[in-house]
């Protein structure tokens, strides 16, 4: 079985511009978790969703940020625009039901 | 606020030896409880879960959980350098669907 699946692997862009990360969670799980990792602040939960639909946003810094989940195999994250600020790893988790979470690969963003 | 607190390390210990990784949590309600290892540029893999007081044993790996003290420890037994990574400890509290980590111990097993 494949495990969670996050596109692209690496991001650089500039200040600026949208980005946009993208996820595919494993097939039959029904939870989903944007997660942005920094050396300062550690692993930080944005958003989740449980069968598509957004239950908790507080963790998203601010209006710059948004996440979809229009079906129960891709969610994306979006910024724009991006900021230096915003260079960290997001990861995208899944889980069946509220236990265990398994990590996709990440994708590491540089902002310019 | 939730926290989740740890030693960030470096925690050394020699090949064979057993690693102990500590961890306090500030929600008294908190309901399960994971540990997850984070090889560098890798992303978090879980390793233990443990839901109730007392042991949990898997293979060289053994989670403790004292909910009256609010604390929560990964010992290693019989050390690998294989083993040296961050270890995250994670807790998620009643009625929520939260995780929220530590920062981390790094551990590093000396040949």
């Known amino acids: 079985d494949a495990g969670v699946i996050q596109s692209p692997r690496h991001e650089v862009t500039e200040m600026g511009q949208e980005v946009t990360l993208r996820c595919k969670p494993i097939?039959?799980?029904?939870?989903l978790f944007w997660y942005r990792q920094t050396m300062m602040r550690g692993l930080e939960l944005l958003i989740y969703?449980?069968?598509?639909?957004?239950?908790?946003d507080s963790g998203m810094p601010e209006d710059r940020f948004s996440a979809k989940m229009p079906n129960a195999s891709f969610s994306t994250l979006k910024i724009q625009p991006s900021e230096p600020r915003d260079s960290a790893v997001y990861f995208c988790?899944?889980?069946?039901?509220?236990?265990?979470?398994?990590f996709g690969p990440g994708t590491r963003l540089t902002v310019l | 606020q939730k926290e989740v607190e740890q030693n960030s390390g470096p925690l050394s210990v020699p090949e064979g030896a057993i690693a102990s990784l500590n961890c306090t949590y500030s929600?008294?309600?908190?309901?399960?409880f994971f540990w997850y290892r984070q090889y560098s540029g890798k992303s978090p893999e879980l390793i233990m879960s443990?839901?109730?007081?007392g042991d949990k044993e898997d293979g060289r790996f053994t989670a403790q959980l004292n909910k009256a003290s609010q604390y929560v420890s990964l010992l290693i037994r019989d050390s690998q350098p294989s083993d040296s990574a961050t270890y995250l400890c994670?807790?998620?509290?009643?009625?929520?669907?939260?995780?929220?980590f530590g920062k981390g111990t790094k551990l590093s097993v000396i040949p």
């Open positions: 097939s039959g799980h029904d939870y």
């Open positions: 443990i839901y109730s007081n």
């Open positions: 994670a807790v998620i509290g009643a009625g929520s669907y939260q995780l929220t």
């Open positions: 929600d008294r309600v908190s309901q399960s």
């Open positions: 988790a899944s889980s069946l039901q509220e236990n265990e979470q398994f």
């Open positions: 969703f449980n069968n598509n639909v957004p239950i908790d």
